[in-house]
C-alpha cells in the first residue's frame, strides 16, 4: 500500500525586480527568471506529486476499509447463515426419489445441502438439480455459501459469497415465484463486479433494470421476487 508523504518544503523567493528601482532591475530580474526556472517550476511539481501519492494512499486505505467491513460483513454473515442452515438440517433425511409433502425437508446427496419442497407430490429429481419443486432451506436466514472463481452461476435462497480478488461475473437464477431470495456479497472492493439477471427485471428507484447490472457501489446486493421474473431489493 502507498504510504503518505508529508508536503515539501518551497524556497522562499528573491526579492522581485523594481521598475522603480533601475539600478536593481536587471539583476533582480535575472534572479527572479531563474529562481522560477530553476527552483519554483521543480518545487510545484514535488508538491503536485506529493498530492497524487497523499491522493493515492487515501485512495487505497479507502479500499481496504471496503474490503475489511466486506469481510466483517461475511464472517457475520457466515455465522448467522451457518446457524440457520444447522437449524434447517436438524433431522433432515438425505434425499431419495418418492413423494413429499410441501414444506418437507430433504438433503441433497449432490452437495449435502438441506432443500425444502415447495409442493405435495412426487419428486424424483435430486432437489439440487431441481429448483421448480426444491428451495434451499433458510429458516429466516439465508444460508452462507462461498464462491472462489471469477465467474458464479448460484442457486436461490442463499447469501453468496465471492472471494476472489478479480472482478465476479455472476449468473442469477429466475425467480419462479413471489417470496424467492438470493443474496451476494463481493469481498474484493472493486466496482466493476456484476450480476445477471437474465429476462428477469428489476425495480429500482423509479428504473426497470434487466440483463448484466454492474455493482457500482460495492454493496451487498440482496434480491427479493414479487413474482416470477420480478426482482425488486430487499428493504
Known sequence: MTSPVSPPTMTGAPTAPDRSDRATFSARATAWADFQKDTLVPEI???????????????????????SEAAAAASESASAGNAAAAAA?????????????????????????????????????????????????????LPDWPYSGTTASPPLGERSRFTNAAAVAVTVPLPAGAGEEWAGLWENGLYTNT?????????????????????????????????????????
Open 45 to 67: 511539481q514535488d508538491a503536485i506529486d506529493n498530492a497524487f501519492t497523499n491522493a493515492t494512499s487515501a485512495h487505497e486505505s479507502a479500499v481496504a476499509a471496503d474490503v
Open 89 to 141: 438440517s436438524a433431522g433432515a433425511a438425505m434425499w431419495v426419489s418418492g413423494s413429499y409433502t410441501e414444506g418437507q425437508a430433504a438433503r441433497s446427496p449432490a452437495n449435502s445441502r438441506v432443500y425444502i419442497a415447495r409442493t405435495t407430490g412426487s419428486k424424483p429429481t435430486d432437489p439440487a438439480s431441481d429448483s421448480t419443486n426444491w428451495r434451499i432451506a433458510s429458516s429466516g436466514s
Open 195 to 235: 450480476f445477471d439477471i437474465g429476462v428477469a427485471t428489476l425495480k429500482h428507484n423509479g428504473v426497470t433494470l434487466t440483463g448484466v447490472i454492474t455493482n457500482n457501489k460495492r454493496i451487498p446486493i440482496h434480491l427479493v421476487s414479487v413474482g416470477a421474473n420480478n426482482w425488486r431489493f430487499a428493504s
